[in-house]
Nanobody
C-alpha cells in the first residue's frame, strides 16, 4: 500500500495562490493515476482534479477549472495542485489520492480504488 503525505496548506486571503504537494512512496509512482479531493465542513468529499498516469489528460471540477493546475514529477514521486484566485468557498481539507491499480485511467463517473493522504487544511479568508 502506498503512503501519501500532503503539504502546503494554510490560511490565505481571497485572491491568493497556493500550491499543495503530495509525496508518494511505496510504489512505482509513474504507473498510477493521481487526484486531489477536498471536503468542506458538512459536505461530502469531492474530486477537485485528476491526472492520468501517463500525463496525457487532466480533469478538473468545474468550480476550479481555469484556476487550478494538477501536475506530477515522477522523478520525485510527487504530485502538485496549484490553485490561484482562491475563494472562501475553496476552504476545505484537501486530500491527495493515488489509484491502487496501475495504468488505470481516471473517470469522474466511476472512481477507482484509491489510497489516500491524511489531508491538509486550506482556509481562504474573505
Amino acid at each position: 500500500q502506498a503512503q501519501l503525505v500532503e503539504s502546503g496548506g494554510g490560511l490565505v486571503q481571497a485572491g491568493d495562490s497556493l500550491r499543495l504537494s503530495c509525496a508518494v512512496s511505496g510504489r512505482t509512482f509513474s504507473r498510477y493515476t493521481v487526484a486531489w479531493f477536498r471536503q468542506a465542513p458538512g459536505k461530502e468529499r469531492e474530486y477537485v482534479a485528476a491526472l492520468d498516469w501517463n500525463g496525457k489528460r487532466a480533469y478538473y471540477q468545474d468550480s476550479v477549472k481555469g484556476r487550478s493546475t494538477i501536475s506530477r514529477d515522477n522523478a520525485k514521486n510527487t504530485m502538485f495542485l496549484q490553485m490561484s484566485g482562491l475563494k472562501p468557498e475553496d476552504t476545505a481539507v484537501y486530500y491527495c489520492a493515488s489509484y491502487k491499480n496501475p495504468f488505470e485511467l481516471f473517470s469522474p463517473l466511476r472512481l477507482g480504488s484509491l489510497d489516500w493522504g491524511q489531508g491538509t487544511q486550506v482556509t481562504v479568508s474573505s
